[in-house]
Every structure is written in C-alpha cells, then in structure tokens.
T-cell receptor, first 114, second 117 residues
Framework: AQSVTQLDSHVSVSEGTPVLLRCNYS??????LFWYVQHPNKGLQLLLK??????LVKGINGFEAEFKKSETSFHLTKPSAHMSDAAEYFC????????????FGGGTRLMVKP | GAGVSQSPSNKVTEKGKDVELRCDPI?????LYWYRQSLGQGLEFLIY????????KSGLPSDRFSAERTGGSVSTLTIQRTQQEDSAVYLC???????????????FGDGTRLSIL
C-alpha cells in the first residue's frame, strides 16, 4: 500500500527567503512522485514529477525536489519565495501496484509575508 | 491546447435535488478521474475510468453517486437526492497512460463548487 505524509499543514515564510515543504512517502514498489500546487478557486497544477530518472527534479516557477530513497522523502524547495507562491501544495505518490492511481498527501498551505 | 474543462463552475441547489457535473478531458487522454475536495481537506478519490474497461468505483461514498463516460471522452458525475454533506469542490482530472504505470501526471480542471442549501 502507498501513503504520503506532509509533515506541516501550514508553512509561513517571508518574501525572498527559502521555502521548504516536507513530504515523506511509503510505497511497496519503485514509486513515481509528484508535487502539485493549488491556488484559490483553481484546480491542481503540476509543479514537477519524479519517475526514477535523476533524483533532483526541477519544476516550474523555480521549485525543485530531491528524491531520497533512504529517507523515503521528497521535499519541495525554492531558494527565494515570491508572493505569488502563496497556495496549497500537495505531495502525491503512485506505484506500479496501484496502476495509475494517485495517493495525495493532506496538503501544506504556504503563506508568504511581505 | 485546451485543458480539462468542467461545468458548471459553481452550482447551488436545494437539499434533495439531483445534480449533474460535467467533465471534458484533454483530447486523447484515456484515463479520467473524479475527486471530491471538502473545505480544508485533501482530495478524496471517487471514481476512475480507463479506456473501455469497467470503471473503478471504489471511492464513491454512497449509491446516490454515479458517473458515466460516454464515447471514452466526456464524463458526467451525478449526485441524486443531494445532502448538505455533499457540499464540496468536485475536481476532474485526465491523463494518458504511459508504458510504465504511474508515471503519467494527471491534469486537473478548475472544479465545480457545489453548495447544498
């Protein structure tokens, strides 16, 4: 069975400072991992995905995430937060045993202070 | 190119009425998913269509919920005899199926915000 835990329900940073959103996963097989972002009244937008290629994955809007198998983590980072980054972020896992089904974390709300 | 389109964007209805929510997936995507997102909650899987296979209905919360996908494209989610706890945002997503399961991301519509009075 697969599962995802986002360790922080809320994260608050100042504009221009680094962002770290933490995610740990559990998977019975080699997983695919994704980060999605959801702005208010919008659907989910794919930020980046890991599918067993390079462990450091670069996404849109300056975000990146590193797959660490030994730590079963897939934390999302950005060197410098922008006001427009304020949104809800979801870490998502899928493995072969689950077909194309995704399991979503509970979400982390990122707040950016001016 | 067009993304996933959902309609209506907002729906307000009285308790006990039936509602239909529509999803138009990305052209060529064989997989289609419905999710429910309640206020302050994560995503709850409802149902999954893949090509001509029987849908995976394991996430439907009750027999008041049903969904169809006609011609392998447009899908309709129907909620009968709506209850106040059905109030939520209903999201639709579609994806292609890659050679390796689980590697294709899902593309989401903006959702239908359903409010039951």
């Amino acid at each position: 069975a697969q599962s995802v835990t986002q360790l922080d329900s809320h994260v608050s940073v100042s504009e221009g400072t680094p962002v770290l959103l933490r995610c740990n996963y559990s998977s019975s097989y080699s997983p695919s991992l994704f980060w999605y972002v959801q702005h208010p009244n919008k659907g989910l937008q794919l930020l980046l995905k890991y599918t067993s290629a390079a462990t450091l994955v670069k996404g849109i809007n300056g975000f990146e995430a590193e797959f660490k198998k030994s730590e079963t983590s897939f934390h999302l980072t950005k060197p410098s937060a922008h006001m427009s980054d304020a949104a809800e972020y979801f870490c998502v896992v899928s493995d072969r045993n689950a077909g194309n089904m995704l399991t979503f974390g509970g979400g982390t709300r990122l707040m950016v202070k001016p | 190119g067009a993304g996933v389109s959902q309609s209506p964007s907002n729906k307000v209805t009285e308790k006990g009425k039936d509602v239909e929510l529509r999803c138009d997936p990305i052209s060529g995507h064989t997989a289609l998913y419905w999710y429910r997102q309640s206020l302050g909650q994560g995503l709850e899987f409802l149902i999954y269509f893949q090509g001509n296979s029987a849908p995976d209905k394991s996430g439907l919360p009750s027999d008041r919920f049903s969904a169809e996908r006609t011609g392998g494209s447009v899908s309709t989610l129907t909620i009968q005899r709506t209850q106040q706890e059905d109030s939520a945002v209903y999201l639709c997503a579609s994806s292609s199926i890659g050679k390796r399961y689980g590697t294709q991301p899902q593309h989401f519509g903006d959702g239908t915000r359903l409010s039951i009075l």
